[in-house]
C-alpha cells in the first residue's frame, strides 16, 4: 500500500470515528432538550403525551385550587389567548401567585391537563422569564414598566 493511500484511509478513519462520537453525543444530549411552549402553541401543536417541555405564561385570575390536605395544586396558565390546566404536586415557590409569570415543567397528560414536575415563579417585581414575556408580547398584552 502506498503512502497516499495510507492517509485516505486514516483520513477516512478519523471521519468515521468522529461521525460516531457525534452521533453518541447528539443522542444523549436529546434526552435532555427541554423545549419551551406557550398556551397558544400547545394548542397548535400535536405534542405527543409524556413529552417533557416548559410552558409559560400568566396564573389565570381566580384559577387556583388546592386540594383538601394542601399537597396538589390545579391552575390555569394563559397567555391571553388560550389557556392551559395544570396539575402540581408539591410545594409552590413563595411568589407564585395569580397573575404572576410562570414556568412550569413536565408534561401534557392524555386528556390535556399539564402534569407539572417544577414550577417556577419570578424572583421580584420587575423579572419576568424571557420565554413568557415574549410570549406575551406576541399576543399583545405587554405592559411597559412591569
Same mark, same amino acid.
Given at each position: 500500500?502506498?503512502?497516499? *493511500?495510507? /492517509?485516505?484511509?486514516?483520513? %477516512?478513519?478519523?471521519?468515521? !470515528?468522529?461521525?460516531? @462520537?457525534?452521533?453518541? &453525543?447528539?443522542?444523549?444530549?436529546?434526552?435532555?432538550?427541554?423545549?419551551?411552549?406557550?398556551?397558544?402553541?400547545?394548542?397548535?401543536?400535536?405534542?405527543?403525551?409524556?413529552? *417533557?417541555? /416548559?410552558?409559560?405564561?400568566? %396564573?389565570?385570575?381566580?384559577? !387556583?385550587?388546592?386540594? @383538601?390536605?394542601?399537597? &396538589?395544586?390545579?391552575?390555569?396558565?394563559?397567555?391571553?389567548?388560550?389557556?392551559?390546566?395544570?396539575?402540581?404536586?408539591?410545594?409552590?415557590?413563595?411568589?407564585?401567585?395569580?397573575?404572576?409569570?410562570?414556568?412550569?415543567?413536565?408534561?401534557?397528560?392524555?386528556?390535556?391537563?399539564?402534569?407539572?414536575?417544577? &414550577?417556577?415563579?419570578?424572583?421580584?417585581?420587575?423579572?419576568?422569564?424571557?420565554?413568557?414575556?415574549?410570549?406575551?408580547?406576541?399576543?399583545?398584552?405587554?405592559?411597559?414598566?412591569?
Amino acid at each position: 500500500m502506498t503512502p497516499k *493511500r495510507k /492517509r485516505l484511509w486514516l483520513v %477516512v478513519g478519523s471521519l468515521a !470515528v468522529l461521525g460516531f @462520537a457525534a452521533t453518541l &453525543v447528539l443522542t444523549a444530549l436529546n434526552d435532555n432538550i427541554v423545549f419551551f411552549y406557550s398556551p397558544t402553541q400547545i394548542a397548535e401543536k400535536q405534542i405527543p403525551p409524556e413529552r *417533557r417541555f /416548559r410552558m409559560g405564561g400568566l %396564573v389565570e385570575a381566580g384559577s !387556583v385550587k388546592k386540594s @383538601a390536605d394542601g399537597q &396538589v395544586t390545579s391552575f390555569r396558565v394563559t397567555d391571553t389567548h388560550k389557556t392551559v390546566d395544570v396539575v402540581y404536586r408539591g410545594l409552590l415557590p413563595d411568589l407564585f401567585r395569580e397573575g404572576q409569570g410562570v414556568v412550569a415543567e413536565g408534561s401534557l397528560g392524555a386528556d390535556g391537563v399539564f402534569v407539572a414536575r417544577e &414550577v417556577l415563579a419570578k424572583h421580584d417585581e420587575n423579572y419576568m422569564p424571557p420565554e413568557v414575556a415574549k410570549a406575551i408580547k406576541e399576543a399583545g398584552q405587554w405592559k411597559e414598566g412591569k
